[in-house]
């Protein structure tokens, strides 16, 4: 008996001494978050040890290059344009671009410790989304179907010789985005939007024969990236409501989503031993969009 009523005096001084304690039942205010990041779009040196990507400063794209071991990153592209949509050339020695040049968007090659920078497609064209060849000779691209938005444009898939600039012109009709060759540089894969709400996985023979829809889903599929091995594909699809990451095999078999994420999941990219797929998640948080880039292993798709 005289221990609880010890305790009793103990709780009441306690209150006397910090009456909020006892007395605050609500919080003071409402926290929400001030800053927001922009980063997107990953892109890997062949050895797999630095990653090239975008992230926006005073409104503008720039490139970054951070070394997966350490986290640091250096600052790649500076001035008044926009600069997105890298891919590391699979020798290593080159990085493709797109900068963005009053209302065109222009196809640059850099190294890519950014010195040497080169145009690649005409000063007035509207060229977005490069990816390499195998043999590191041509850049496959699209053109820009986002000219007036919301409204989508026409848009065809191009490649370009690095050497000769000479261009050739792939997929036509419709509207055919995020082209990429596969590994062995036969194929190729892409976007086609079939209508408003309805996205496909195409792939075709290398000169643009030969179209085959993978995906045939009544949701809105897209963003393919082909596997090093050339054995899968992974995507981004709403499907499941939210956009999130799936992978399938090269024939479009054996869809299976690869992480459960909240957001909208897009742009996978397969590191280049293929045991990780990195791509961009972006969330609405409180008044603003925040956008990171976040990585998934793919021991999965081995275990089941």
Same mark, same amino acid.
């Given at each position: ?6 305790? +009793? ?6 209150? +006397? ?24 779009t ?30 640091k ?12 949509? *890298? ?12 900068s963005?040049e &009053? ?8 190294? *890519? ?8 497609? &005409? ?61 062995d ?68 078999? &054996? ?42 292993s ?7």
């Amino acid at each position: 008996m005289k221990v609880m009523i010890s305790a +009793l005096l103990i709780a009441i001084a306690s209150s +006397l001494i910090h009456p909020n304690v006892v007395a605050q039942s609500k919080p003071m205010g409402l926290a929400y978050q001030v800053t927001y990041v922009d980063n997107a779009t990953p892109t890997f040196s062949p050895d797999g040890r630095t990653m090239i990507y975008e992230t926006v400063i005073e409104g503008k794209e720039q490139l970054f290059a951070m070394n997966i071991e350490t986290a640091k990153s250096v600052q790649l592209t500076h001035g008044p344009n926009g600069h997105e949509d *890298p891919a590391w050339s699979p020798d290593g020695k080159k990085v493709a671009f797109v900068s963005d040049e &009053d209302d065109f968007q222009v196809i640059y090659i850099m190294n *890519p410790d950014s010195s040497g920078m080169t145009r690649l497609t &005409d000063e007035h064209s509207h060229a977005i989304h490069p990816n390499w060849s195998p043999d590191s000779k041509k850049v496959i691209y699209c053109e820009n179907d986002d000219l007036h938005p919301p409204q989508k444009n026409s848009a065809d898939i191009y490649s370009v010789d690095i050497e000769t600039r000479k261009i050739i012109r792939l997929i036509s009709g419709g509207i055919n985005t995020y082209p990429g060759w596969s590994p062995d540089g036969k194929k190729i894969v892409f976007r086609k939007i079939i209508e408003g709400k309805n996205s496909e996985v195409f792939v075709a023979n290398c000169d643009g024969t030969d179209l085959r829809n993978l995906t045939n889903n009544p949701a809105f599929d897209g963003w393919p990236s082909w596997s090093p091995d050339g054995t899968r594909m992974a995507f981004a699809s709403n499907r499941n409501s939210n956009y999130q990451i799936f992978v399938m095999k090269a024939d479009g078999s &054996d869809v299976r989503l690869l992480a459960n994420t909240e957001g909208r999941a897009t742009e996978p990219r397969w590191s280049p031993d293929g045991k990780k797929i990195y791509f961009t998640n972006c969330r609405q948080v409180d008044w603003s969009r925040d956008c990171q880039i976040f990585a998934v292993s793919t021991d999965s798709l081995q275990k089941q």
